[in-house]
Every structure is written in structure tokens, then in C-alpha cells.
């Protein structure tokens, strides 16, 4: 029977407790969550700064773009956020794409066509920036997770004339950052390009949270709207260059309708808010330090994370689950993060902590994953 590996697919991810389904949240907020009328301590959130509550004043712009931004998409609410992006990160050009997967993905499917290119990713690099490398021409090297020296000796070997490197800024699967200025250093050696996810880290860490790139300048800056800015959609930065030859070959871009310029109205506000989130940036940091100190004292063995991602590997997906449930049963929504999102055997709870959490919520949580982990 023709598509039958369909049933015989599905079957196999729920033998092996990688079944995913959806859920309709009837209201979500950076501290709490409902879903069908109760209420949860929301720790699986990445409205870091907790400015999805901030108010956005009355915006005139329409909201359907209704074209793509070649045809009749691209308005001056569209045009005022990006100057604002290459104002305030310093760079040429920047173009907005609908999602930071489409971003991710086109850049590099678009741009590493040449001949002689070659694309060197950490090996846990998101999954778009991964499919977006596969669906280029050029060679695919992955290096082992923030190991300088395996890149170097993968870029040494290296015969292409076009190479990019490509990293997060923070990762968004285990929390830690990306050696952004040894990258720098690497590439300019091996007169190569940078390329930079910095999906996790905009808006939280560096002077008035403008990421991991403020030091150095990556060729390529990718931000995302949809973490720390609370709104949605992602932009890439580079030189004027670069960007003309994306609208002319980057086919997500070209054939996509343009971001609503409501959205992008709506983004330009939330990214003044962000620059100005000192007290919330603060509070994050304070929130970070008080969960990994409690969790040391009660011998939780965390990630090596600095970021508001917080990873408890436990390995095995079904105890994942287990956990997750034994936790929403008191009240606090924690996803089980399992592969191929994450590396085979290393299931995880992905904690993330916003600046809308009281220490209370911190101590609440603290204390529930201690005693669900010996139900395991």
C-alpha cells in the first residue's frame, strides 16, 4: 500500500517516546501559563526580558503586507526598522525575513552556491541552520561543539576558496555561548567568513542587550524577534553587498509575502524596549544566579550554563517524560526536550528562566524536580 511507512513512522516515535503533539494554551505568560483553566509556573519560555506584557502603543500600520517585498511588500514601516537594526548593530544592510528558520536556512542555501565553497558548522548548531547548509552546493564539515582546535585542523585540510564558518551565539539546546572572538580570529586566519545565530543571546547579554557580536562584527548577523523581543520574525546583517545578492538569489526572501508591517511596527517598538531593559536584564542575571546556586546546593548536576537556558540532562526520553508529567501534576510546565532535537541519549528538561520569575516560583521548582527525580 503506497505511504504506509507514514503509520509504521509514527507508531515507531511512540514505541520510543519521541511521540510530539501540540497543545493549545488557553493564555501564556514569562512567569505563568493556563491551560484548559489551571494555572502553572511557566519555565519553559523564552520571553526572557518578560516583555511580551509590555505595551505596545496604538501602531497605524496596516497588517497585511499583501505582496512580497519585490512586488508591493515592502513599506516604510518596513524600511524604519531596518535602518534602526543597522544603526544601532553598526552595519550596512539588513533584510527581513518572516521567521528566524527562514533565515537561517536561505542564507546559507542561497549565498554557499559557488563553486569551491565550503560551510564549517558546530555540530550542535540549530536544525535550520543545518538544513540550510544541506540544501546549499557547497561541502558540509561539522566540528565538535565549541572545539577551536577541531576547527582549525578541519579548515587547514580545507581546499575551498569560499569557506564560512557558522556558530550560535548562545546555544539553544545546551545555554552556553559560542567563543565568538576566537571565531573571529580563526576565520580572518583562514580568510574565511563568520556567520552568527544570535537568536539567544539578543537582547540579553552584551551593552543594552545587543548580543554576543558587539566585540567583533561577524559578516553575517542573525537576530530573531521572537525570544527576548517578544514579537516574531528575524533579520539578517551584513554589508550592502551581501544583501543585494540575497534579494536577487534567495528564494525564500524573494518569493515569501513580506513581513506584515503591523509586525514590523509593532517589532521597532519592542526593540526600543529591549535596549532600554536594564532592570530587566538585572533581574534576569539575579534569577540565573539564585536557580544555579540552589540547584548546586541540592546537587542538581546542570549544564555548564551562564544563560537564562538551564538544561538537566537525564538521558533516557521516557524519564523525561515522566519527570515533565510528575511536575506539571504540581503546578509547573517544563518541557521534555528529546532527540533528534537534541543529541541521541541526552533527553532533557530545558529550564528557562525569565525576568517575571520570583524567587519563590525559583524555590517551587527547585524542590519538585529534587523529589520527582527520585521517582524516576
Known amino acids: 500500500m503506497a505511504f504506509e511507512y507514514i503509520q509504521k513512522a509514527l507508531v515507531e516515535r511512540k514505541q520510543v517516546s519521541l511521540y510530539r503533539t501540540r497543545i493549545a494554551f488557553d493564555k501564556v505568560g514569562p512567569r505563568t501559563l493556563t491551560y484548559q483553566g489551571h494555572e502553572y509556573l511557566n519555565f519553559a519560555s523564552n520571553d526572557y526580558l518578560a516583555l511580551s506584557q509590555a505595551p505596545i502603543n496604538s501602531i497605524e500600520s496596516q497588517h497585511g503586507s499583501t505582496s512580497s517585498s519585490l512586488v508591493t511588500g515592502y513599506q516604510h514601516a518596513h524600511l524604519a526598522l ?56 557547497a561541502t558540509n564539515t561539522r566540528f565538535n561543539h565549541n572545539d577551536l582546535k577541531h576547527l582549525k585542523r578541519r579548515l587547514e585540510k580545507s581546499k575551498a576558496k569560499h569557506k564560512l564558518i557558522v556558530s550560535e551565539g548562545v546555544f539553544s539546546m545546551d545555554g552556553d555561548n559560542a567563543p565568538i572572538e576566537d571565531l573571529a580570529t580563526i576565520a580572518s586566519e583562514h580568510n574565511a567568513w563568520l556567520m552568527i545565530d544570535d537568536a539567544h543571546a539578543f537582547g540579553v547579554i552584551g551593552e543594552n542587550g545587543l548580543g554576543s557580536a558587539t566585540k567583533i562584527k561577524p559578516e553575517i548577523l542573525i537576530i530573531t524577534f521572537g525570544k527576548a523581543c517578544a514579537s516574531s520574525g528575524a533579520a539578517v546583517l551584513c554589508s550592502q553587498e551581501v544583501a543585494n545578492y540575497l534579494v536577487q538569489f534567495n528564494r525564500d526572501y524573494t518569493y515569501s509575502t513580506a513581513m506584515s508591517p503591523w509586525l514590523a511596527s509593532a517589532t521597532y517598538v519592542r526593540l526600543q524596549q529591549v535596549y532600554n531593559a536594564t532592570i530587566e536584564r538585572q533581574k534576569l542575571q539575579h534569577n540565573i544566579l539564585y536557580f544555579r546556586d540552589l540547584a548546586a546546593d541540592h546537587k542538581l548536576a546542570l549544564m555548564p550554563s551562564n544563560s537564562a537556558i538551564q538544561p538537566l540532562v537525564l538521558g533516557d526520553s521516557e524519564a523525561c517524560l515522566k519527570l515533565s508529567g510528575y511536575l506539571k501534576e504540581k503546578g509547573i510546565w517544563l518541557t521534555a526536550i528529546r532527540p533528534p532535537t537534541v543529541p541521541h541519549n541526552t533527553a532533557r528538561l530545558r529550564i528557562t528562566l525569565t525576568a517575571a520569575h520570583q524567587q519563590d516560583d525559583i524555590d517551587q521548582l527547585i524542590s519538585h524536580l529534587v523529589t520527582g527525580l527520585k521517582t524516576l
Open 82 to 137: 531596518e535602518q534602526y537594526l543597522t544603526e544601532t548593530l553598526k552595519y550596512d544592510a539588513c533584510l527581513l525575513f518572516n521567521s528566524g528558520f527562514s533565515a537561517n536556512a536561505s542564507v546559507l542555501k542561497s549565498l554557499m552556491n559557488a563553486p569551491e565553497s565550503e560551510i564549517f558548522q558546530d555540530k550542535l548548531n540549530h536544525a535550520s541552520l543545518i538544513d540550510g547548509g544541506l540544501a546549499a552546493s
